[in-house]
């Protein structure tokens, strides 16, 4: 019903910046909650950021004061601008979206195919 076209990823120097972009179609309902959630080699799959409608947000502690999540609505379009890119935060990066879930509740059901963030001199 909900499927979540990812953009954005790439290669960038530690320091850099990088704009992830998620924009989900397929459905006429409101997404009530979108996010991030990356899993890098070795590791587990984790949040890194969700958005709820209005605006509230809940990030990682690893990534908070670096990175800001940001939604339109209008555009059923979820945002990650992530800023002062560590070698850290390279990961598979996967968008998510849920439809009637609370923010801090388990993932959606809907994901993204996942893109590539490789942080490295």
């Known amino acids: 019903q909900v499927q979540l076209v990812e953009s954005g990823g790439g290669l960038v120097q530690p320091g850099g910046s990088l704009r992830l972009s998620c924009a989900a179609s397929?459905?006429?309902?409101?997404?009530?909650?979108m996010g991030w959630y990356r899993q890098a080699p070795g590791k587990e799959r984790e949040l890194v950021a969700r958005?709820?409608?209005?605006?509230?947000?809940r990030y990682a502690d690893s990534v908070r004061g670096r990175f800001t999540i940001s939604r339109d609505n209008a555009k059923n379009t979820v945002y990650l601008q992530m800023n002062s890119l560590k070698t850290e935060d390279t990961a598979v990066y996967f968008c998510?979206?849920?439809?009637?879930?609370?923010?801090?509740?388990?993932?959606?059901?809907?994901w993204g195919q996942g893109t590539q963030v490789t942080v490295s001199s």
């Open positions: 958005i709820g409608s209005v605006g509230t947000t």
């Open positions: 998510n979206a849920d439809v009637y879930g609370t923010l801090f509740g388990r993932p959606g059901d809907y």
């Open positions: 397929g459905t006429m309902l409101r997404i009530n909650i």
